[in-house]
Nanobody, 125 residues
Framework: QVQLVESGGGMVQAGGSLRLSCAASGLTASNYGLGWFRQAPGKERDMVAAITWSGGYIWYADSVKGRFTISRDAAKNTVYLQMNSLKFEDTAVYYC??????????????????WGQGTQVTVSS
Protein backbone atom coordinates (compact mmCIF):
# COMPACT_ATOMS: atom_id res chain seq x y z
CA GLN A 1 0.00 0.00 0.00
CA VAL A 2 1.81 3.06 -1.30
CA GLN A 3 0.76 6.45 0.02
CA LEU A 4 2.08 9.85 -1.02
CA VAL A 5 1.22 12.97 0.97
CA GLU A 6 2.15 16.45 -0.26
CA SER A 7 2.44 19.48 1.98
CA GLY A 8 3.83 23.00 1.90
CA GLY A 9 1.56 24.65 -0.64
CA GLY A 10 0.00 28.04 -0.11
CA MET A 11 -0.21 31.56 -1.44
CA VAL A 12 2.89 33.64 -2.06
CA GLN A 13 3.75 36.88 -3.85
CA ALA A 14 5.57 36.81 -7.16
CA GLY A 15 9.28 36.52 -6.52
CA GLY A 16 8.75 34.61 -3.30
CA SER A 17 9.58 31.04 -2.33
CA LEU A 18 7.87 27.89 -1.14
CA ARG A 19 9.10 24.42 -0.27
CA LEU A 20 6.91 21.44 -1.01
CA SER A 21 7.33 18.08 0.69
CA CYS A 22 6.23 14.62 -0.40
CA ALA A 23 6.18 12.01 2.35
CA ALA A 24 6.03 8.47 1.00
CA SER A 25 5.10 5.24 2.74
CA GLY A 26 4.78 1.67 1.56
CA LEU A 27 7.55 1.92 -1.04
CA THR A 28 9.79 -1.03 -1.82
CA ALA A 29 13.10 -1.45 -3.59
CA SER A 30 11.17 -1.60 -6.85
CA ASN A 31 10.62 2.17 -6.57
CA TYR A 32 13.60 4.09 -7.91
CA GLY A 33 12.39 7.65 -7.38
CA LEU A 34 9.57 10.21 -7.43
CA GLY A 35 8.37 12.98 -9.69
CA TRP A 36 6.61 16.30 -9.19
CA PHE A 37 3.80 17.26 -11.58
CA ARG A 38 1.59 20.33 -11.78
CA GLN A 39 -1.72 21.12 -13.41
CA ALA A 40 -3.27 24.54 -13.90
CA PRO A 41 -6.93 25.01 -14.91
CA GLY A 42 -7.41 24.25 -18.58
CA LYS A 43 -3.91 22.83 -18.98
CA GLU A 44 -2.38 19.38 -19.13
CA ARG A 45 -0.65 17.79 -16.17
CA ASP A 46 3.09 18.10 -16.80
CA MET A 47 6.14 16.97 -14.87
CA VAL A 48 8.25 19.76 -13.42
CA ALA A 49 11.01 17.78 -11.68
CA ALA A 50 12.05 14.25 -10.76
CA ILE A 51 14.75 12.53 -8.75
CA THR A 52 15.94 9.03 -7.97
CA TRP A 53 16.50 8.02 -4.37
CA SER A 54 20.19 7.62 -5.11
CA GLY A 55 20.38 11.19 -6.38
CA GLY A 56 22.05 9.93 -9.52
CA TYR A 57 19.36 11.24 -11.86
CA ILE A 58 17.65 14.64 -11.66
CA TRP A 59 15.36 16.17 -14.26
CA TYR A 60 13.76 19.62 -14.58
CA ALA A 61 11.30 21.09 -17.01
CA ASP A 62 12.76 24.00 -18.96
CA SER A 63 10.17 26.35 -17.48
CA VAL A 64 11.49 25.86 -13.92
CA LYS A 65 15.18 25.21 -14.53
CA GLY A 66 17.33 27.52 -12.44
CA ARG A 67 14.44 28.41 -10.11
CA PHE A 68 13.33 25.07 -8.65
CA THR A 69 15.49 22.53 -6.85
CA ILE A 70 14.44 18.95 -6.15
CA SER A 71 16.08 16.97 -3.36
CA ARG A 72 15.46 13.86 -1.35
CA ASP A 73 16.02 12.41 2.11
CA ALA A 74 15.96 8.66 1.55
CA ALA A 75 16.11 7.90 5.27
CA LYS A 76 12.87 9.85 5.74
CA ASN A 77 11.26 8.61 2.51
CA THR A 78 10.69 12.25 1.61
CA VAL A 79 11.26 14.31 -1.52
CA TYR A 80 11.30 18.11 -1.51
CA LEU A 81 10.73 20.76 -4.14
CA GLN A 82 12.26 24.14 -3.32
CA MET A 83 10.61 26.79 -5.48
CA ASN A 84 12.30 30.19 -5.72
CA SER A 85 11.58 33.27 -7.83
CA LEU A 86 7.99 32.17 -8.21
CA LYS A 87 5.95 33.55 -11.09
CA PHE A 88 2.22 33.90 -11.59
CA GLU A 89 2.50 31.19 -14.24
CA ASP A 90 3.62 28.71 -11.56
CA THR A 91 0.12 28.76 -10.05
CA ALA A 92 -1.20 25.19 -10.15
CA VAL A 93 -2.01 22.13 -8.12
CA TYR A 94 1.25 20.27 -7.51
CA TYR A 95 1.24 16.47 -7.30
CA CYS A 96 3.81 13.99 -6.11
CA UNK A 97 3.85 10.71 -8.06
CA UNK A 98 5.62 7.36 -8.03
CA UNK A 99 6.16 5.34 -11.21
CA UNK A 100 5.21 1.73 -11.74
CA UNK A 101 7.49 -0.86 -10.10
CA UNK A 102 10.94 -0.74 -11.69
CA UNK A 103 9.84 2.21 -13.81
CA UNK A 104 11.95 5.25 -14.51
CA UNK A 105 11.06 8.81 -13.48
CA UNK A 106 10.29 9.98 -17.00
CA UNK A 107 8.11 12.96 -18.04
CA UNK A 108 5.33 10.62 -19.23
CA UNK A 109 2.51 10.82 -16.69
CA UNK A 110 1.21 7.49 -17.97
CA UNK A 111 4.19 5.76 -16.39
CA UNK A 112 3.19 6.76 -12.87
CA UNK A 113 1.01 4.47 -10.80
CA UNK A 114 0.66 6.27 -7.46
CA TRP A 115 -0.36 9.89 -6.91
CA GLY A 116 -0.73 12.16 -3.93
CA GLN A 117 -3.80 14.28 -3.30
CA GLY A 118 -2.15 17.45 -4.57
CA THR A 119 -1.31 20.74 -2.90
CA GLN A 120 -2.36 24.15 -4.21
CA VAL A 121 0.29 26.74 -5.03
CA THR A 122 -1.02 30.22 -5.78
CA VAL A 123 1.32 33.02 -6.84
CA SER A 124 -0.11 36.52 -6.76
CA SER A 125 1.06 39.08 -9.30
Amino acid sequence: QVQLVESGGGMVQAGGSLRLSCAASGLTASNYGLGWFRQAPGKERDMVAAITWSGGYIWYADSVKGRFTISRDAAKNTVYLQMNSLKFEDTAVYYCAAPRPYGGVTPNSGGYRYWGQGTQVTVSS
